[in-house]
T-cell receptor, first 113, second 113 residues
Framework: NAGVTQTPKFQVLKTGQSMTLQCAQD?????MSWYRQDPGMGLRLIHY???????DQGEVPNGYNVSRSTTEDFPLRLLSAAPSQTSVYFC????????????FGPGTRLLVL | GENVEQHPSTLSVQEGDSAVIKCTYS??????FPWYKQELGKGPQLIID?????GEKKDQRIAVTLNKTAKHFSLHITETQPEDSAVYFC????????????FGKGTKLSVKP
């Protein structure tokens, strides 16, 4: 099993550009989520999904969109990048939810100029 | 909403010594308390968790204690080794598998050989 994979590993964007961060898991997990990690801020939940076709907002959803068309994939879209979105983004998955063991991907480091 | 305070933010110990990281939470309904370890350049990994129906849990050199009355829980690492050097995150959650989970801001542990 590859576990949770994320692409790209690093990305530089200009303000106003859009992009999609990819996340895939091969563990047949129903629950997937996106976090952002900023220095001194811990991990904050952006969006999550409890299964294919179902998504919901987390703590900091503004400026981000998600979709879940398959069990395996959970892409995160930045609609119009802003410098405040400079961060490290982690995708995670688990069998049932956040209060089960979450398996994190290696992260995507995003710099918005 | 739930708030999780984690202390200290940095901790340096000599190899072989013990390390203790403490977290306090605000919501008395919280009933799930995981600890994640994040090595440099990697995603967080669950190392131990505890639920509110137990007061202590051990796994080899790692233990977690929970005091629900005082609303705090701690991570204890004994006989520390250089490979224990990482950032450790606590979290507190409530509401079942798909309930809320709030992370602390992290503790950077350095174990000096």
């Amino acid at each position: 099993n590859a576990g949770v994979t994320q692409t790209p590993k690093f990305q530089v964007l200009k303000t106003g550009q859009s992009m999609t961060l990819q996340c895939a898991q091969d563990m047949n997990h129903e629950y997937m989520s996106w976090y952002r990690q900023d220095p001194g801020m811990g991990l904050r939940l952006i969006h999550y999904s409890v299964g294919a076709g179902i998504t919901d907002q987390g703590e900091v959803p503004n400026g981000y969109n998600v979709s879940r068309s398959t069990t395996e994939d959970f892409p995160l879209r930045l609609l119009s990048a802003a410098p405040s979105q400079t961060s490290v983004y982690f995708c995670a998955s688990s069998y049932a939810g956040r209060q089960e063991t979450q398996y994190f991907g290696p992260g995507t480091r995003l710099l918005v100029l | 909403g739930e708030n999780v305070e984690q202390h200290p933010s940095t901790l340096s110990v000599q190899e072989g010594d013990s390390a203790v990281i403490k977290c306090t939470y605000s919501d008395s309904a919280s009933n799930y308390f995981p600890w994640y370890k994040q090595e440099l350049g990697k995603g967080p990994q669950l190392i131990i968790d505890i639920r509110s129906n137990v007061g202590e849990k051990k796994d080899q050199r790692i233990a977690v204690t929970l005091n629900k009355t005082a609303k705090h829980f701690s991570l204890h690492i004994t006989e520390t080794q250089p490979e224990d050097s990482a950032v450790y995150f606590c979290a507190a959650g409530y509401g079942g598998s798909q309930g809320n989970l709030i992370f602390g801001k992290g503790t950077k542990l350095s174990v000096k050989p």
